[in-house]
Nanobody, 123 residues
Framework: QVQLVESGGGLVQAGGSLRLSCAAS????????MGWFRQAPGKEREFVAT????????YYADSVKGRFTISRDNAKNTVSLQMNSLRPEDTAVYYC????????????????WGQGTQVTISS
């Protein structure tokens, strides 16, 4: 079992920045690829970013590419999402997820999920 707890959400104005963190406990963190997903009101949950077990490779949704950066610290069992140039359409609940295997943008391939953290961007 892996337990994931997100933090760092909040309310910011458009153009601002936020940094989300996800703390993992349980099994060996470095054995899991990690991902961030989000769900806006009335919409399906969607992929945001993912990172390999070592942190050496990342992959982003087109909608956030160039604005968001995913990173991880295997010594601290954390994965982060730095979000810059935020837009109202980034408003959503953000979830981190862990996958025992290759990094992936597909939600169904993730084994463990956090409870989510709310991000609200005002225009």
């Amino acid at each position: 079992q892996v337990q994931l707890v997100e933090s760092g959400g909040g309310l910011v104005q458009a153009g601002g920045s936020l940094r989300l963190s996800c703390a993992a406990s349980g099994h060996t963190f470095s054995g899991y690829s990690m991902g961030w997903f989000r769900q806006a009101p009335g919409k399906e949950r969607e992929f945001v970013a993912t990172i390999t077990r070592s942190g050496g490779n990342t992959y982003y949704a087109d909608s956030v590419k160039g604005r968001f950066t995913i990173s991880r610290d295997n010594a601290k069992n954390t994965v982060s999402l730095q979000m810059n140039s935020l837009r109202p359409e980034d408003t959503a609940v953000y979830y981190c997820a862990a996958r025992y295997g290759q990094y992936s943008s597909r939600q169904y391939e993730y084994n463990y999920w956090g409870q989510g953290t709310q991000v609200t961007i005002s225009s």
